[in-house]
């Protein structure tokens, strides 16, 4: 069945999560990657936590919660004023090269952004990265509350949307999110940025590419 909508996760696949190390790097010398590398784990992992316990809070609170518990873990100061300033490198991530190039090429699909990412963090990331008019719909858990990879997180997806299942292209960087919605029933596309092996989960992707470039086949 044809494609007809593309959906995009957007942290790690649209922008780049590390970008803020440089920022971590101002406040926190000689500590910059280690800040970010962490921050993203315990952002996921908190995420997850919250889905399997029945205890939903915005991504933005996950993410600030992530980021106080990963300064306490490196022993590093910590002030409002800094938490402050790092939550806000979350609104002006680096958006990757190839991205806007690659959503005007595939404009005549359905483009639409899903993650779970709450509105008071998405929407202000996309719209100053110059990108909010390519996309019809900027689509949140925070919706209905169930952060991916819940099956009813890509259900919201696609009630958004209409389609088929098989209608749609889902998009991540992210191993776990690719296997929930393979699970779910959508086409995916690893965008696998970091040359990771496939996850061992009998759910492997219908593509696998370096970055966004490789979408364009679907055309």
Partial sequence: MTIQ???FDVYGT??????????????????????SKRWREKQLEYSFLRQLNGQYVPFSQVTQDALRYTLLELK????????????????????????????ETMAD?????????????LDPLIEQSGLADRFEHLVSVDDIKQYKP????????????????????FMSSNGWDITGA???GFKTAWINRNGLPVEELNLDPDRIYDDLTGITEWQ
């Fill in 5 to 7: 909508a593309l959906v």
């Fill in 14 to 35: 649209l922008f780049d999560v590390h970008s803020v190390k440089e920022q971590a790097e101002a406040l926190y010398p000689d500590h910059g990657e280690a800040i």
């Fill in 76 to 103: 590093l100061h910590v002030t409002e004023e800094q938490i402050t300033t790092l939550m806000e490198t979350y609104l002006t991530l680096d958006v990757y090269p190839e991205v806007s190039s690659v959503l």
């Fill in 109 to 121: 699909k359905r483009l639409v952004v899903f993650s779970n990412g709450s509105h008071d963090m």
């Fill in 150 to 169: 819940a099956p009813a997180s890509y259900m919201h997806a696609l009630n958004t949307l209409g389609l088929k299942r098989e209608e749609i292209l």
């Fill in 182 to 184: 393979k699970s779910f």
